[in-house]
């Protein structure tokens, strides 16, 4: 690695590649870019590499970690056994953001990889150093997103140094996620039907475009956990950051994914989501809520979609960022992360997000923010 830790692989420099490669074959742990966000790889059979991982992380070890594969082929290797509904999910869409979790064959992966879970969650990333290093290190490579747990996820190799810098090997440079949210996180149940875990970059229509919406199972964890957030918090209750710590476990949620239990993606300062039955009432409440809590000596920001900008009132926060237009999410997906750490950045204490409509990425990004929020909606009627 270089002196700064990062490695910067091009056409002319497919050294870097080899270098994190030959790190993560003697046991060392390399941030890499993946087409969703940045992931902190370990070889999935080294036990040791993998413990290094959740130390840096921080991450509490009964959260199984994704294995990346470059190959379909490398899968008959980890997993016993691939449902006909789980081969027709991976034949669309991999390589790309979608996790697939299959009982794990014993003695091949770390078991402090599935967690000592049956199960494990494999995905094949669509970006060419992802894939490039993964096959340059000849093994299954177990990466959970590269930030510090609690942490929105890195979506750029600078997030991952500012989080990871001096816990890790190194962090290849691929530039700027394309995707910006996790994988989608699928287990086909007994029944046949597909459970999502986790939505991702694989919308739920995707899912259902290849394998019908009837073998969608009918309860996905995203609703229960929008279902389980009700209560919104008093709207300018002053900052109660220890809510925000990485290990912080809403009880009230029993999620599938064991990763969905812990409050993620957080930034430093106070977020609620606000909520209404038009843009312009959903505008006036976060315009007052933001009004109050600057006069109560709170830095306040403000999450907004391009189009409601006119809504608002001059300069309705001291940061305020856009998702881009609510009629493009991917740009809203792209953007999310990196602006929760804008926040952070402008010491922002006190901060609303627009909500965004439950279709497409929406789910996506409806489902990252709530988490951010720790729940926490406010209700603009
Ligand atoms: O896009 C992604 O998936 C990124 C990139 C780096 O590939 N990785 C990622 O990993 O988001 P991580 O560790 O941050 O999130 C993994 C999620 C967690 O919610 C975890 O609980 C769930 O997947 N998971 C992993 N293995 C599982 C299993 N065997 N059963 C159920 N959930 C599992
Ligand atoms: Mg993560």
Known sequence: ASDSGVLQPSEENKLAIVEAAAML??????????????????????????????????????????????????????????????????????????????????????????????????????????LALISAAGCPVAAPSANRSGRPSPTLASHVMEDLAGYIGGVLDGGAAGVGLESTVVQVQPDGKVAVLRPGGITLEQLAAVVGAEAIAAEPVVVKEFGASAAAEAPVATAPKERHGAEAVSASLAPRAPGMKYTHYAPRGWLGVVSGSSPQRVADEAASLLQAAQLNGEVTGLLLFEEHKPLYPADPAACVLSLGSLSSPEEGARSLYAALRRFDEAGATYILAEACPYTGLGVAIMNRLMKAAGGSVIDAG
């Not at 992931?39 to 840096?56: I, K, M, Q, S, Y």
């Open 25 to 130: 074959r003697e046991g060392g742990t390399v941030a890499f870019p993946t087409e969703t966000v940045y992931g902190l790889g370990a070889d999935a059979r080294n036990t040791a590499a993998v413990e290094a991982v959740f130390a840096a992380k921080g991450r509490p070890s009964d959260n199984p970690l994704i294995v990346h594969i470059a190959d379909p082929s490398a899968l008959d290797e980890l997993v016993t056994e691939v449902h006909p509904t789980a081969a027709v999910l991976m034949d669309a869409y991999w390589p790309g953001p979608l996790t697939v979790v299959l009982p794990v064959r014993e003695g091949v992966l770390s078991s402090c990889v599935t967690a000592g879970l049956d199960t494990v969650g494999v995905r094949m990333p669509d970006h060419p150093v992802a």
